[in-house]
């Protein structure tokens, strides 16, 4: 699929009031810093459409892009500042709860982790709650640049390991670079597939 289109929909903090849900919806979630901004900008081919390098944990909105006029694309606020105050990360948890269980046009969650770093408890969780409430999610490995192909077979390697612990099976994973655009094609041909399931 080629992004031909991609536009700024809506801001906010109240999932409530998010675009009428008459559209396909994918959400990119995953920790400050994992390179989100940058995957969404690569991804769209538009370099300001998501705001990279925000302060972490500073910005807690729910932001839509729509694409090509048949789909949203959502830029969801990251997770696991840890300097962010309790009370915010509550703010925070209610949100994204609110947003994932009672969107009923989302159809796949993207979980972005860095391709660097090993399995962090506070992605695994995410996962787990994802699952437990039946929701679809992809891994999507980011910075893949960084490191070395071999380094990033053991990183896949390792998370499902870690997954099929408590899992039967294991979700989609891709690899991606926002610098080498490596993914891209993958991760939007994708998305095209269940656009027409
Ligand atoms: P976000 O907080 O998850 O939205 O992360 P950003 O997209 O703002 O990226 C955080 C930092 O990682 C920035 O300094 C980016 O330039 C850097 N970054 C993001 N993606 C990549 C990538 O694919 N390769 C490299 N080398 N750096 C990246």
Redesign the pocket.
Known sequence: MEVKQAEFVISNSDPTRCPKPDKPEYAFI?R????????INMLTTRHKL?K???T?GKTQLINHFLINTDWYLVDLP?YGFAKAPQREREKWEKMIDTYLSERPNLICTFILVDSRIEPQRIDLEFMERMGQRGLPFVIIF??A??VSSNAIQQMVKKYGQTLLKTWTELPPMFVS???SSRGKEEILAYIDQLNKD
């Not at 400050?32 to 995957?39: E, F, I, M, Q, T």
């Open positions: 995953g400050s810093n994992v390179g989100k901004s940058s995957l998501a990279t390098s925000q972490p990251g980011t910075k640049e960084k670079s926002a610098v």
